[in-house]
């Protein structure tokens, strides 16, 4: 069976699709056989733009397990957490065929990278967050972070949650965008590498840089191959 590692943010919309995006590219360019999947997508009807977004940013184009509906088995249109937009289509999120779904791509490639909906403590259910059906797993996890405002406080909190719960930190990817005073982004990356360590962790922090249409190649072999 393949690695699995779950990507979450420290929020919305804080970069973790780019991320999860880039970590693919880095991992089939490294040469093994790696797939990223949204076990449940809001927001959209029929399709996932996350799953676009990642194979646009790894480059690979189109995965076999797209057009098969593996890599997104959940999609309810509403743009909220999983458990409401379901909720509003008379439906409840099928955390089985989420699992399911990552456990087939297992079977299949090498690593598997699973992109959450939001932040950790974003509910699928009336009575289960995303957190503890990550800590359920056992999959470690990669934290999408940046130096904005606020980031640092949301970052500490939702490392010490994941920690409590006995989850794994493979890594911390540190999303260079938007640009941020220069004080701030490295006073805050000094905090989180201050908290992992005094944390017990050698989870390392991989920084990447604010990109457009010109995609970079990041090594995060820390995170992967350490």
Not at 21 to 29: E, F, K, S
Not at 47 to 62: K, L, Q, Y
Not at 95 to 102: D, G, L, Q
């Amino acid at each position: 069976m393949g690695k699995t590692y779950f990507v979450s943010g420290i929020d919305t919309s804080v970069g973790k699709t780019a991320a999860t995006g880039l970590m693919a590219r880095y991992l089939v360019r490294a040469g093994v056989r790696a797939i990223t999947c949204k076990p449940v997508q809001t927001g959209n009807t029929g399709f996932s733009e996350d799953i676009d977004a990642h194979r646009a940013v790894s480059g690979t184009g189109a995965m076999p397990e797209d057009a098969q509906g593996i890599t997104a088995p959940q999609i309810f249109a509403f743009p909220s957490s999983p458990e409401l937009s379901a909720r509003l289509e008379g439906k409840t999120v099928d955390v089985a065929k989420m699992a399911a779904a990552v456990e087939t791509l297992a079977g299949r490639y090498d690593f598997v990278l699973v992109e959450g909906a939001g932040g950790l403590a974003v509910p699928l259910s009336q009575n289960l967050l995303t957190i503890d059906w990550v800590a359920q797993k056992g999959w470690p996890l990669i934290l999408v972070s940046s130096p904005r405002l606020g980031s640092l406080n949301h970052t500490i909190l939702s490392l010490e949650a994941a920690l409590s719960r006995g989850i794994p930190v493979a890594g911390v990817v540190y999303d260079l965008f938007p640009e941020t005073d220069a004080k701030i982004v490295d006073d805050t990356r000094a905090w989180i590498r201050k908290y992992l360590s005094q944390s017990g962790t050698c989870a390392p922090v991989v920084d990447v840089p604010p990109f457009g249409s010109t995609v970079p190649d990041i090594d995060f072999g820390r995170i992967f191959f350490k």
